[in-house]
């Protein structure tokens, strides 16, 4: 059982089981952690272990920022 909360509404739900929009797994985001939300208009969950990945990624890409705030990565970083 999950909680859904729209953030601008407050509104709640419960959904009896939930899908890692990533990897496909089931998981029980109370129990477990993870994440359920929405991208603009896209529905997503990720389950722990994706959620552990996506923030290692935007940490990763995050010190890879030009002045103007674009992410840039070379190739020599592609290689590593
Ligand atoms: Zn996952």
Known sequence: ???????????????????CSICRCNFNPDA?????G???????????TCLSG???M???LWDKRDEDGKFKISD???NK
Do not use: N, R, W
């Open 1 to 19: 059982m999950a909680k859904i909360i729209k953030l601008h509404t407050k509104e709640s739900y419960d959904t009896p089981s939930t899908e």
């Open 32 to 36: 477990e952690g993870g994440l359920c």
């Open 38 to 48: 929405s991208l603009g208009i896209l529905p997503v969950q990720f389950c722990p």
């Open 54 to 56: 996506i923030i290692s």
């Open 58 to 60: 935007v940490e990763f």
């Open 76 to 78: 020599d970083d592609e």
